[in-house]
């Protein structure tokens, strides 16, 4: 059974992702001083009291106004809207009433959709008392909170649970999602290619660099498994982030990263890999994030026979802790080669999580004669055995008799070597050895 959905909603800087990361419990939206930093619709599974929901985060809604991102933006928003069962339409209760506040409410009223609405930044019993101006918007619930403080927020969600009934609670387990984070340069085609994947604007889509700012979870099922699309603001060279709202992109941007399954690293096939992918690749890398690097905009490069290896030379150059990643070459617009991503996502997940028995492990270590490596005589070391101890990343312990670190020769070697034997696509590859970790 599809769970309800809640919507809050409400003009720029009332506090709506505030109220978000209250009730869903973690800082899921952005938050800053800046107007307007949620664009996307950002949604999350929440309850209260044994009603579930899920709960969306809107962008600032200005009615009739004709910026390209705002007129974006406002789309987002009448869509979740448009979803929702209940709304919370979130006020100013230090402002007071606007203009604004009102012309929302007419447009509102019109969708004969309950709406609750919430005085947001009372933090006090008098600015509790000074609500009452509220109830000129025409509907019947005020109440003041404090989304910073969590004043008042449970009687909030009381009233929107009346709403809500109990039997919207799933009673089947949660089948695990797939992760899937979408990362890369600014313009690069992310949000394109989740809306293309998803088959609906999902996430806003322009040609202004730097359009997406919050991470966006959208779920897509194919053939019964369902994969969670993260995508994340373009991620640029430090010094050309300047803004509040570009440091926390980024920010979210890698922490979506050590959150997801899978990486897509989204490369511009008109500029080729650039020192920025690499550094988005180093990211991936040392997160334990498995990865699947894709070639965008295929469409627009004229191509002979030897054009597809010239890309992958400069992708394996550019993204050199990346050559285990498989490549992948699309077009985003016109869906070309789309269909092979869920399969290499699924391929790359297993291999994620395979898990080699110790027998095999160590059977594997007695034929591939590391100790014939080449390395400075004070810097051998003689592995007994290896065992795995955990997946997702793979990750291996090497019994040794001393308690020197395996020269970098040798742990190259040896990860070379299990990937030729036990495949590992797309996954990096963890060695503990006496304390001492290399991802590879």
Request: hydrophobic content about 40%; overall charge positive; charged content about 20%.
């Amino acid at each position: 059974m599809k769970k309800p959905t809640v919507a809050i909603i409400g003009r720029p800087n009332v506090g709506k992702s505030t109220l978000f990361n209250r009730i869903c419990r973690q800082r899921r939206s952005m938050v800053g001083n800046e107007s307007g930093m949620t664009r996307d619709r950002i949604d999350v599974s929440a309850q209260w009291n044994g009603h579930h929901f899920e709960l969306i985060d809107t962008g600032g809604l200005i009615p009739g106004n004709q910026d390209l991102i705002q007129s974006l933006i406002s789309e987002q928003a009448g869509t979740a809207i448009q979803n929702s069962q209940v709304l919370v339409l979130v006020v100013d209760g230090r402002k007071g009433l606007t203009p604004l506040d009102l012309t929302l409410a007419k447009f509102l009223i019109q969708k004969s959709i309950p709406v609750i609405v919430a005085a947001n930044k009372c933090d006090t019993i008098k600015q509790w008392a000074n609500t009452q101006e509220f109830f000129e918007l025409g509907f019947e619930t005020i109440i003041p909170i404090s989304a910073a403080h969590g004043l008042n927020v449970g009687d909030l969600l009381d009233a929107v649970c009346k709403y809500i009934p109990l039997k919207g609670t799933p009673k089947s387990p949660v089948i695990k999602d797939i992760r899937v984070a979408i990362v890369g340069k600014p313009n690069v085609g992310k949000s394109t290619l989740l809306n293309t994947i998803l088959g609906e604007g999902r996430a806003i889509v322009s040609p202004l660099p730097g359009t997406t700012r919050d991470s966006v979870d959208s779920v897509a099922t194919r053939e019964g498994q369902t994969y969670r699309f993260i995508d994340t603001a373009g991620i640029r060279k430090k010094r050309r982030t300047f803004l509040e709202t570009e440091k926390l992109s980024v920010i979210m941007a890698r922490k979506s990263l050590e959150q997801a399954d899978v990486a897509l690293i989204m490369v511009d096939a008109t500029e080729g890999a650039s020192s920025v992918d690499g550094t988005i690749a180093n990211y991936a890398h040392t997160a334990g994030t498995s990865t699947i690097v894709v070639i965008n905009k295929w469409d627009l490069i004229n191509k002979n026979n030897t054009t597809m290896q010239s890309f992958q030379e400069n992708i394996r150059e550019r993204l050199r802790l990346l050559d285990y990643a498989p490549i992948l070459f699309i077009s985003a617009v016109t869906g070309q080669r789309i269909n092979k991503l869920f399969p290499l996502i699924d391929k790359v997940f297993k291999a994620r999580h395979t898990r080699i028995g110790t027998g095999k492990l160590n059977s594997f270590l007695q034929r591939i004669a590391l100790n014939q490596v080449s390395v400075p005589y004070n810097r051998q070391v003689k592995v007994h055995y290896m065992t795995q101890v955990q997946n997702s990343p793979p990750t291996f312990v090497l019994m040794t008799n001393r308690k020197s670190s395996l020269h970098l020769s040798v742990q190259r070697y040896l990860i070379n070597k299990m990937r030729k034997q036990f495949g590992f696509l797309g996954t990096p590859i963890i060695l503990k050895q006496n304390l001492e970790r290399k991802v590879g």
